[in-house]
């Protein structure tokens, strides 16, 4: 059960920048794509996410909020879509300021835990678990990728609720998940049973990347695709320090040691220090220090994320 709070103010920014509504015709376009997960509207400190029959605003401000809310009550006729609920997230200056989000408006005890539908897929979620709910909306299209490739095996790391393994299974692969918390493999392995996926057909593993990476390269393990998608800071077994700036290229070239000839790498980082030009830059010293070949490839854009939005993302294929 939820109980409504006072959203909390992170701190007092408005935006001056125009906000990026999505079209009717791209929202029926997802709704025809069976996809229920997606942005509604994106501006500079702010946006709006439809998550299934739920709204969530995040914000720098309470003025934001306040503005985003007013108008997304204007716009929602268009989209003849009411949501159940609506929720708030203030998006927090440091992490340790981040919370879950907020109910505003809807019932309270409805349950905290959903499932929302991304190109007929399905993904839980939890409103309660903290400040992330369970998906991230801007690998839509990645996921998508690892849908249509002809892949055998796949290592996700930093897995979350394995929603790229998801993906790359229903398309046939035997996937490895590895992530530091136990609880989120638990959540992944949910996912596995909402998709009609046996889960005991796959891997998943509590463990720190950095330590599991060459342990795999010992055991002479190669993987057709790698998930390279770490959080921008966090520590792992022992205490050990992981950033994104400093520690992307060593986590790359551990990967590179156990892709497999053709095998593909997700590059991917929500870093505001690196963006696609610095991955493109350490995929490249990367590969030269392998003395591999490789072909780097941009993911595909998403209508609801304008650019420089999102997660910075470059695939890379090995020769």
């Known amino acids: 059960m939820l109980a409504r709070q006072s959203p909390k103010q992170s701190y007092p920014a408005t935006s001056a920048s125009p906000a990026h509504w999505l079209s009717t015709a791209d929202w029926k376009a997802f709704e025809d794509a069976g996809t229920a997960a997606h942005r509604a509207c994106s501006l500079h400190g702010a946006w709006v996410e439809r998550l299934g029959e ?37 998006l927090p200056l440091q992490n340790a300021e981040r919370s879950a989000p907020v109910l505003l408006e809807g019932d309270p005890a409805l349950p905290v835990e959903t499932v929302v539908s991304e190109s007929r897929m399905r993904f839980g979620l939890d409103f309660s678990a903290g400040y992330s709910v369970g998906l991230f909306l801007d690998q839509r299209a990645n996921r998508a990728l690892l849908r249509t490739a002809p892949l055998k095996r796949v290592l996700n790391t930093f897995a979350y609720t394995c929603s790229f393994s998801v993906a790359a299974a229903l398309a046939g692969a035997e996937t490895l998940s590895v992530d530091l918390s ?7 392995r949910h996912n596995f049973v909402l998709n009609e996926l046996d889960p005991s057909a796959h891997r998943f593993v509590a463990d720190d990347v950095q330590d599991l990476l060459p342990r795999l390269a010992r055991r002479k393990e190669q993987f057709d695709a790698i998930i390279l998608d770490p959080p921008t800071f966090s520590r792992g077994n022992k205490g050990r320090r992981f950033r994104a700036e400093d520690d992307l290229q060593a986590l790359l070239s551990a990967a590179l040691e156990i892709t497999a000839p053709g095998g593909r790498i997700l590059l991917s980082t929500n870093c505001t220090k690196l963006r696609v030009a610095d991955l493109e830059t350490i995929a490249r010293f990367a590969l030269k220090n392998a003395r591999l070949q490789g072909t780097l490839q941009h993911s595909p854009p998403l209508v609801d994320f304008p650019v420089k939005t999102g997660a910075s993302t470059l695939w890379i294929q090995r020769r």
């Open 182 to 188: 136990q609880k989120s493999l638990e959540r992944g």
């Open 54 to 90: 739920d709204l969530l605003i995040n914000h720098q401000s309470p003025a934001l909020l306040a503005s985003l809310l007013e108008e997304w009550k204007l716009r929602a006729p268009a989209y003849a879509y009411t949501p159940q609920r609506i929720f708030s997230r203030p």
